[in-house]
């Protein structure tokens, strides 16, 4: 009974962002559940500093950040994460501006218009909504970016710097994997991790940063020994790489694909996965690739869907903004 006392003592002293619980198993033991990584109020707290940040930037004589977002047909999702973004910036004191264009607009239109927007001096972040109309081609609007304005992270150029541990505009759901790591002080170094799912814009980043050296230029790196795993692993392999991961970030958009007989105790789980299900009471609702319900009786931390890696993720957006408008001042001066 002092134990259990004892425990719940501790998890009232945990943090809103870093909370753990006791539940009590069948034979009246008292266990800690996973510390859950609260991205919603991280995120909140980054932009807080961002405001800050900027509001000192302006005081100084420099002209606000400026974010331009394309967004092409009317995906009732795109506008919605577009407008998330908006109401982001406009919060921390930059200008941002959505441009809406019909599903109909050919490749060379959309890019011209970004041509137009990268000559643009007063814009200092360009970014087009994906996914694009199947007859864009995605990797040519891309690249068809300024690498300086480039908020997403995308051009071929900001990839290439990253993976060779170069500065650069880091895709920001990668960089708020990173930062949540790094924010919430899960060590990494000489630490197992697997990463499920080898997007060029979201696992391949992870995985890039995880195993990189953090001494290297960038400082992104965090010195984990890293496995990527993908559609094509096989069941029985996945399984085993999970269990032997001291940290799980997995991004394929596949409920469940994570079970607790796949986690190590103790392990870290970041969940950037995200589906819309319909559950057995025909309600809508997001998902995760991780049966977060069982996940968290045995991992030591875990990222809730949602109010996990997602408001991090625009979060970081903010961040390279502010990034591109200082490295663009820097230049003119």
Same mark, same amino acid.
């Given at each position: ?12 002293? =945990?943090?809103?962002?870093? /909370? ?11 266990? @800690?559940?996973?510390?859950?990584l609260d991205g919603k109020a991280l995120a909140m ?22 974010? /331009? ?27 941002? =501006? ?11 239109? =959309? =890019? ?39 908020? !997403?992270?995308?051009?071929? @150029?900001?990839?290439?710097? &990253? ?28 630490r197992n991790a697997v990463v499920i799912g080898r ?38 392999? &996945? ?12 991004a394929t958009g596949l409920p469940k694909l994570i ?31 991780? !049966? ?42």
């Amino acid at each position: 009974m002092r134990q259990i006392k004892c425990l719940r003592l501790v998890s009232s002293h =945990l943090t809103s962002k870093m /909370r753990s619980h006791t539940y009590i198993d069948s034979l009246g033991s008292a266990s @800690i559940m996973a510390r859950i990584l609260d991205g919603k109020a991280l995120a909140m707290e980054i932009k807080k500093e961002l405001k800050q940040k900027i509001a000192q930037w302006v005081s100084l004589g420099n002209r606000a950040p400026t974010i /331009r977002c394309i967004i092409v047909g009317d995906d009732p999702a795109s506008h919605t994460y577009v407008r998330n973004k908006v109401e982001a910036a406009k919060f921390v004191g930059i200008d941002a =501006l959505t441009i809406n264009r019909d599903s109909d607009i050919t490749e060379e239109q =959309l =890019l011209s218009e970004i041509q137009n927007l990268n000559e643009d001096n007063s814009v200092d972040g360009i970014l087009v909504q994906l996914p694009v109309p199947d007859t864009i081609n995605e990797r040519r609007v891309c690249d068809a970016i300024a690498p300086e304005k480039d908020i !997403d992270g995308f051009h071929i @150029i900001n990839i290439g710097r &990253l993976c060779v541990d170069l500065p650069t505009i880091v895709p920001a759901t990668a960089l708020a994997v990173v930062e949540m790591l790094k924010r919430f002080n899960i060590d990494t170094f000489g630490r197992n991790a697997v990463v499920i799912g080898r997007s060029k814009n979201v696992g391949m980043p992870i995985a890039m940063m995880l195993h990189s050296d953090k001494r290297h230029e960038s400082g992104l790196g965090m010195d984990a020994t890293v496995t990527i795993c993908h559609r094509y692993t096989p069941k029985d392999k &996945l399984e085993a790489y999970c269990r032997n991961a001291d940290i799980i970030i997995t991004a394929t958009g596949l409920p469940k694909l994570i079970k607790a007989d796949m986690v190590k105790p103790g392990a870290t789980i970041i969940d950037v996965g995200i589906t819309r299900i319909t559950d057995e009471n025909g309600k809508s609702r997001l998902v995760g690739d991780v !049966d977060y319900e069982e996940v968290s009786k045995i991992a030591g931390a875990i990222t809730p869907v949602p109010g996990g890696v997602g408001p991090m993720t625009v979060a970081m957006l903010m961040h390279n903004t502010f990034q591109a408008a200082q490295s663009q001042a820097n230049k003119s001066n």
